[in-house]
Nanobody, 115 residues
Framework: QVQLVESGGGLVQAGGSLRLSCAAS????????MGWYRQAPGKQRELVAV???????NYADSVKGRFNLSRDNTKNTVYLQMNSLKSEDTAVYYC?????????WGQGTQVTVSS
């Protein structure tokens, strides 16, 4: 019943920027939390940035000051603006949404940062 579709990934040089989009199939006001995770090959999936209705936005220490999470309710879309990209940011980025105890995931979008 819930679908999340990511877009905006690609290849970028170190120091460059990308903006990822996550389009949701229902109003983003329906979600208790919404944000982004990433997973590099051979590594565990890790939280990048998440917005919760209770406490606002939290960022992983590795991206603080470089990434920004925003929302557009008219488009049911969440954005991740990524600036000053580093090679270690290379990963598949997944949109995530939570409603009560249920978690939903998009299919992922590849971000590759060249040195």
């Amino acid at each position: 019943q819930v679908q999340l579709v990511e877009s905006g990934g690609g290849l970028v040089q170190a120091g460059g920027s990308l903006r990822l989009s996550c389009a949701a199939s229902r109003s983003i006001f329906s979600y208790n939390a919404m944000g982004w995770y990433r997973q590099a090959p051979g590594k565990q999936r890790e939280l990048v940035a998440v917005f919760t209705r209770r406490v606002g936005t939290n960022y992983a220490d590795s991206v603080k000051g470089r990434f920004n999470l925003s929302r557009d309710n008219t488009k049911n879309t969440v954005y991740l603006q990524m600036n000053s990209l580093k090679s270690e940011d290379t990963a598949v980025y997944y949109c995530n949404a939570a409603i009560l105890l249920e978690n939903y995931w998009g299919q992922g979008t590849q971000v590759t940062v060249s040195s």
